[in-house]
């Protein structure tokens, strides 16, 4: 144990990893080489840092607490490529990294959803991630259609990468343990996801208005958050889908077409 190490920061939800096989599992996951560039977001007290210091050329850690970023910079020698940056992972320009890079993170759990939708959104830049998540996070990121686990998350996730539930981590690996379950997931973005930028923000606002009312039927929860009744009905019945079919039923294609053909009725009657 190293002295005068920072004690865990309750506001941030900080539950450090100490258990060296998880990290040796995460960082094979990462298929790491010497030409790769890593994101690491929260890296703590460093004991993953280190490992992707050895694994990757070039390692960008941002660190949100300044004592935690003041700690690693008196370790700075022995991490020589890694970068150590004092910021908010949420206000980072991650749009500033190089294309290719490979973020390898132990997320804090109170914002893993803001920052993996930014990750998403950025999914050009990220070729693969490899995120330590709330076990109930990893299990909606890869939920499948019909289950109370499946939603908003689940089909914006699956729309923009593959996604592989590696790997459970229990609270012994961390120190303070965590009162949640936590697993590692492997997301491979995807080059090609089929619908052009402006059809993605409809996709992503019908998305989040199909689930607006989960115990609705699709067509009155997509009615209540403004959208034709009519032309919802239509679309449904084109793909073949009942008309009292629940958002939680429809597949990620279905959201993808009914978007399209939803959006092609808005146009005609404009």
């Not at 990757?56 to 004592?67: F, H, Q, Y």
Request: net charge neutral; with cysteine; glycine share 6%.
């Amino acid at each position: 144990m190293r002295a005068n190490l920072p004690p865990p920061n309750k506001r941030l939800g900080q539950n450090f990893l100490i258990d060296p096989n998880i990290v040796r599992k995460i960082v094979a996951l990462a298929e790491l080489g010497p030409s790769d560039h890593v994101l690491e977001i929260g890296p703590g007290r460093g004991i993953l840092t280190e490992a992707l210091c050895h694994a990757a050329g070039r390692v960008t850690a941002v660190e949100v607490d300044p004592r935690l970023h003041a700690y690693l910079e008196t370790r700075q020698a022995e991490l020589p490529n890694v970068e150590l940056v004092c910021e908010d992972a949420l206000a980072y320009p991650v749009e500033s990294l190089p294309m290719g890079t490979v973020v390898v993170a132990n997320l804090p759990y109170y914002i893993s959803t803001p920052l993996l939708f930014r990750l998403l959104d950025q999914r050009g830049r990220f070729p693969r991630m490899v995120l330590m998540l709330q076990a109930e996070v990893a299990d909606r990121l890869v939920a499948k259609p019909g289950g109370s686990d499946y939603g908003v998350l689940s089909v914006m996730a699956q729309y923009a990468a593959d996604i592989t539930k590696a790997f459970r981590v229990s609270a012994q690996c961390f120190r303070p343990r965590p009162e949640v379950a936590s697993a590692v997931v492997l997301l491979r973005t995807k080059e090609h996801t089929g619908l052009s930028q402006q059809e993605e923000v409809a996709f992503r606002a019908l998305v989040k208005a199909a689930f607006a009312h989960r115990r609705k039927t699709i067509v009155n929860s997509l009615r209540d958050e403004g959208y034709d009744q009519k032309h919802t009905a239509e679309a449904l019945t084109q793909l073949g889908l009942s008309a009292t079919a629940r958002a939680e039923t429809l597949s990620l294609d279905h959201f993808v077409e009914l978007s399209r053909l939803i959006s092609v009725g808005s146009n005609e009657i404009a």
